[in-house]
C-alpha cells in the first residue's frame, strides 16, 4: 500500500467519521441531518473499498 492510498483512505476515514457526526446529531438533538450524514458514511465506504482493493 502506498502513501497516497494511505492518505486518501485516512481522508475517506474522517469524512465517514463526519458522517457518523451528523448521524448521532441527529439522534440526540434533532436536528435533521441524519439524510447527510447517511451520505457521507456510505460514499466514504464505498471509497475505501474501492482505494483499497
Known sequence: MGKRSIAISL???GLGF?????IV???AY??????IGIALVG???IG???VNR
Open 11 to 13: 481522508l475517506l476515514l
Open 18 to 22: 463526519a458522517g457518523a457526526v451528523h
Open 25 to 27: 446529531a441527529d439522534l
Open 30 to 35: 434533532g436536528t435533521g441531518l441524519a439524510g
Open 43 to 45: 460514499s466514504a465506504l
Open 48 to 50: 475505501i473499498v474501492l
